[in-house]
């Protein structure tokens, strides 16, 4: 064996690297609710200090807060915290003092928790492919992103090419990542352009010092990374590690901070291996969905070998402390990295290091034996001089990936040290990457280098440690009526599991809606509701995970596993009772809450966010800029309307909660140049009972020019002291108000004469009418009010009827009584429809009445929806009968949060989802040409929609030129039966390509 070069450091003796552990039993009590520890007594220990923080997508970046003490620690060796919630996952930290002759910093870092919930949806993830390799590796690339969807991913892909520069990717990065604000991974996959950044040495060696690959960097969202001050130059054989200014490599040693976790899967330059690129990419990712789907299966257990056992820092600490959480104390073994791990048994985790070159380390291994050998090991750290420097020809790190065998990700471990414990929860290793990377103390003992540029994962950041077996042979078949759809599958073969979820799209690439609240424990479903045409279902099993069983100092904390999902689609062929409904995106936003659009020929669209900023976006939806931004929000914007009078007043409200949690409309007004507004002054605030929950609602001017309000009733629930019943209180109504125009806060508005209680009050008794609004032709009132736990609501009332209303809640939910100490039936207003909540849905979003001219099957409907349920509701009244009949229909994606209307009465949706859209309706359409000139240019036409070339039946085309204008048929055109032209006014119609009528 060649002796390397040795890392440098101070060497020290009588210390193993196991002594800077604490070996700690968890204990949950769900009955309590509490979680204990217990260790082993220690003579020389002198005291114990017991931290705790939760667990979140960004607790990274938390400190922990300590919360026991134990001085007599030679004597105490176990504590009890019974301050937690059960589905909490929290992370703790015990750590201790000791005599001199054991080491200083001696502690244990593990997650905890009682029936913690299944990460159902884990944000957007970025696939970021070398282009020069995907047409190659194509179809093992749609496994891995079915994988990755499969896991509650949203896969974003990007593609880049070798000769693109680090700039250029990052600023795609960015361009995603200002889209999609939950972007919390970046799979790259080959060799798209590498960052360098620093001038740094971390692996001890002066002739190895200036800028290493910085994968990082790509997850550095928020902050500057310059190219102006290194100028290093070192004697190297690695030309890539000199750093001057403007040579495209960075200043900084340091990660300012990360946000977004980066994994890299590499095979470029490693022609050690008799396999091209490809070959090997193909190879990983291969063993890469076995794993996932349990047919890679290994010992839950760990294997260290230390050959830097003298060296003060104690570098395999980065394997102890987290595989003493991940597999158990007394899982882990001392032995051979190099013979051990050719064990058939396998070993879950892995560390080794030594003396070190480019393509080896002493006592471990060299890049030729991950050529000949095969590691039955899934998850590895390797550490040694030179070879954490990746990006090179036949590189060690890299190659253990390629290896034979098992191993999906590795890392330079022991400079900084890594914390991977949080994987023993379901966590993927990509967290554990943040965590490492942001480490500034947060953990103690970190090692030389903390938050070093070079700190970087090789391999798939998404992977977990512990997956659950699918099931199998899942198929989707339509019904015999085909307007149902019967899942079956076989049993996943896993003990102890909960059940199954279903979930359905209409696309693999579109979001995934869950159908099952609870998992099921039969071996079939029928989706009684499939969406009308193509149905796309995954099916994943549920288990209750323990997160460490075996051993001395096991872990009986408790969690939902999903397993990965499987996919099968069907066709369901339905003709509804009513329109057929879909949504057409037209621009992404992040949390909208509303939408409102001025303007009529050439219209401005503003979207309203939850955190207070309203966007606007022009008439092609490309989006200008921030409109306004509510100062001292609370991320709670409710609504906004535009003055009636707007475009000569200029005003604005908007309706929100404030930092303190009560509820505040404002005046803004539109500056000169017309693309910002800004705050004209506070119109009124509700104090806010007791920081209540169900406050917000919508604002709309009413047809007597008055502002509209309606308010929830703060979440109080009994009879005699409920908002909404009292009068006297703002909450649980419609409130209305007439508003000053002049400038004048102590008198920004007064109170209508005819207001029936003497107040702001105007109609009561509602829980959360979250969206509601008026009949543009008819002033008439429809109200969405959102139920308790039983019932959703649709209200319907005249104008007229609407003053002193009182529609029933908390005496009524609905129509059913739920106290009987209120008065007669008769004194309540009932809904005209209503569901129950939570089983066909549980956040009713009042909507709007459809008064446009474009989809004609659409008139005489009232179109709402409900956020959780993802369906659309069509309402139509009889006035023969006096009744009222509804249909409802699956639109993608769900999470509706309003629907509106522009001057035209066309319909809009916005989605928490993550955009706004145009609600488009089946059957037979209006077209109106309005412009001057040629049919087949789309700006003469509304919508910008020309008619097809074939006109449906029953549909029509409205010939209306501007003034002086006229319409040139230029292109082929023909009616079917039932379809008409219409020329409105005597308007200049020339036909000069063909007209065909059926």
Request: glycine share 10%; net charge negative.
């Amino acid at each position: 064996m060649v002796l390397y070069i040795c890392i440098s450091s101070v060497t020290t003796f009588g210390q193993e690297p196991k002594d800077f552990v604490i070996p700690v039993q968890v204990t949950t009590n769900p009955q309590k609710p509490s979680i204990s520890f217990t260790w082993p007594a220690n003579t020389d220990a002198l005291n114990y200090t017991i931290k705790r923080k939760k667990v979140t997508s960004e607790s990274y970046a938390a400190p922990f807060v300590q919360i026991g003490y134990l001085e007599s620690g030679a004597v105490q060796t176990e504590f009890e915290d019974t301050s937690i919630e059960q589905a909490v996952l929290y992370e703790y930290e015990i750590s201790g003092n000791f005599a001199p002759s054991l080491p200083e910093i001696r502690n244990f870092y593990t997650c905890a928790g009682i029936n913690v919930p299944a990460a159902k949806e884990r944000g957007h993830l970025l696939l970021l492919c070398d282009s020069s390799i995907t047409d190659a590796i194509a179809a093992d690339l749609a496994i891995l992103y079915a994988d990755l969807i499969g896991d509650g991913w949203q896969v974003i892909r990007l593609d880049a090419g070798q000769q693109s520069t680090v700039a250029e990717v990052k600023s795609k990065i960015n361009e995603i990542y200002n889209s999609f604000p939950d972007l919390k991974q970046i799979l790259i996959i080959g060799h798209v352009p590498v960052p360098y950044s620093g001038n740094i040495n971390p692996d001890g060696h002066n002739n190895h010092r200036g800028s290493w690959p910085a994968d990082g960097y790509y997850g550095s969202m928020n902050s500057t990374w310059t190219d102006t001050i290194t100028g290093y130059r070192v004697a190297t054989s690695r030309p890539e590690t000199i750093n001057l200014p403007g040579d495209g490599k960075f200043d900084q040693s340091f990660f300012p901070a990360a946000q977004i976790a980066v994994g890299r899967i590499d095979f470029y330059n490693l022609p050690s291996f008799a396999i091209s690129e490809t070959g090997l990419l193909t190879k990983y990712l291969k063993k890469n969905h076995r794993f996932r789907h349990r047919q890679i299966n290994v010992l839950k257990r760990a294997l260290v070998e230390d050959n830097f056992l003298t060296y003060t820092e104690k570098f395999s600490q980065s394997a102890w402390k987290s595989y003493a959480a991940l597999v158990g104390y007394d899982s882990i073994r001392i032995g051979q990295y190099e013979t051990d791990l050719q064990d058939e048994a396998g070993y879950l985790w892995s560390y080794g290091n030594g003396a070190g070159i480019y393509t080896g380390a002493s006592g471990i291994g060299s890049t030729f034996d991950f050529v000949i050998r095969t590691y039955r090991t899934v998850f590895t750290q390797l550490f040694g001089s030179y070879f954490g420097d990746w990006d090179n020809e036949n590189n060690f790190l890299r190659s253990s990936l390629a290896s034979g065998g098992h191993t999906l990700t590795a890392v330079w471990g022991g400079r900084p040290h890594w914390f991977f414990h949080h994987m023993a929860a379901g966590l993927p290793i990509g967290y554990s990457e943040l965590v490492t990377i942001n480490n500034n103390g947060v953990y103690t003992n970190t090692g030389f280098g903390p938050r070093m540029v070079h700190t970087a994962l090789l391999g798939d950041p998404t992977l977990r440690q512990t997956y659950v077996k699918p099931p199998q042979s899942f198929a989707a078949q339509p019904a015999a009526n085909a307007s149902q759809i019967n899942l079956q599958w076989s049993a996943a073969g896993e003990n102890n599991i909960l059940g199954y979820h279903i979930y359905r799209s209409n696309s693999i690439t579109k979001q995934f809606q869950l159908l099952t609240s609870t998992p099921i424990a039969a071996l079939q479903f029928t989706d009684s509701f499939p969406m009308n045409g193509n149905n796309v279902y995954m099916i994943r099993t549920v288990k209750t995970d323990t997160m460490l069983t075996s051993g001395n100092f096991a872990n009986n904390s408790t969690y939902s596993n999903l397993s990965q999902g499987l996919f099968d689609s069907a066709i369901a062929s339905i003709a509804p009772p009513g329109p057929f409904i879909s949504l057409e995106l037209l621009a992404q936003a992040d949390n909208v809450k509303q939408i409102a659009i001025i303007g009529k020929n050439s219209k401005r669209y503003f979207a309203g966010q939850q955190n207070g900023e309203i966007k606007l976006f022009d008439n092609g939806f490309a989006h200008e800029k921030i409109y306004l931004s509510v100062p001292g929000i609370n991320e709670g914007l409710f609504s906004f309307a535009f003055d009636p009078a707007f475009e000569t007043s200029k005003l604005l409200y908007v309706f929100y909660t404030n930092q303190d949690g009560d509820l505040e409309l404002s005046r803004f007004k539109e500056s000169a140049g017309a693309d910002t507004a800004l705050p004209d002054g506070i119109v009124f605030s509700i104090p806010n009972p007791g920081n209540s929950r169900n406050l917000g609602g919508e604002i709309h001017f009413g047809p007597d020019g008055y502002l509209y309000i309606s308010t929830g009733d703060g979440d109080t629930r009994t009879a005699d002291a409920n908002n909404a019943q009292n009068n006297n209180s703002l909450l649980g109504k419609l409130l209305r108000i007439h508003l000053a125009t002049a400038q004048n806060p102590a008198n920004a508005y007064t109170l209508p004469p005819d207001n029936p209680y003497g107040n702001e009050v105007y109609a009561s008794g509602l829980r959360f009418p979250y969206r509601w609004g008026f009949d543009k032709l008819t002033g008439n009132v429809w109200i969405g009010d959102r139920g308790d736990s039983t019932i959703e609501e649709i209200n319907y009332l005249s104008f007229e009827a609407l003053r002193g209303a009182n529609f029933g809640w908390p005496c009524y939910e609905g129509n059913v009584m739920i106290n009987s100490n209120c008065g007669a039936a008769n004194g309540y207003q009932f809904p005209v429809y209503q569901y129950q909540s939570p089983g066909n849905g549980s956040s009713v979003t009042g909507g709007t009445f459809y008064r446009g001219e474009t989809y004609l099957a659409l008139k005489g409907y009232y179109i709402f929806a409900d956020a959780n349920n993802g369906r659309i509701y069509l309402v139509r009244y009889d006035s023969a009968t006096g009744s009222y009949s509804t249909v409802s229909q699956i639109t993608m994606p769900g999470a509706v949060s309003d629907i509106s209307e522009d001057n035209d009465g066309e319909l809009y949706a916005t989605s928490l989802a993550g955009g706004f859209y145009r609600i488009r309706a089946g059957g037979p359409v209006r077209y109106r040409f309005a412009g001057n000139g040629f049919w087949n240019d789309p700006e003469n036409w509304s919508n910008k929609t020309i008619p097809p070339a074939d006109l449906p039946s029953g549909s029509e085309i409205v010939i209306a030129p501007v003034d002086e204008g006229k319409c040139i048929l230029n292109v082929p055109q023909t009616l079917l039966p039932g379809s008409k032209i219409i020329v409105e006014n005597n308007k200049l119609f020339r036909i000069a390509g063909n007209l065909t009528i059926q």
